[in-house]
């Protein structure tokens, strides 16, 4: 059964920072693409960022470049996301996505709000 299962949102004030983690299993992490995706209210989705198997290429959004690092590892079967100088505009339910060829799995998504 495959599983995608984020966790590290939550409240946090403006400039300040959260990681979100996404522990996967029930498919070949190691051969997958990884992206973070976020749905901020009326709003649509976004793709924050992506990286790829190997973890030696990441790709973000310009909204976030610079302060959010999206890392991966292998052997855990897991993904992170560092978000730092966190702004307002941030808050949103953040997705973990898996994708190869026609795979494509998502998580439950976690809450992320940036607020004073």
């Known amino acids: 059964q495959v599983q995608l299962v984020e966790s590290g949102g939550g409240l946090v004030q403006p400039g300040g920072s959260l990681r979100l983690s996404c522990a996967t299993s029930g498919f070949s992490f190691s051969r997958y693409l990884m992206n973070w995706y976020r749905r901020a209210p009326g709003k649509e989705r976004e793709l924050v960022a992506s990286i790829i198997p190997s973890g030696l290429n990441t790709h973000y959004a310009d909204s976030v470049k610079g302060r959010f690092t999206f890392s991966r590892d292998n052997a855990k079967n897991t993904v992170y996301l560092q978000m730092n100088s966190l702004k307002p505009e941030d808050t949103a339910v953040y997705y973990c996505?898996?994708?190869?060829?026609?795979?494509?799995?998502w998580g439950q998504g976690t809450q992320v709000t940036v607020s004073s």
């Open positions: 996505n898996a994708q190869s060829g026609p795979y494509n799995y």
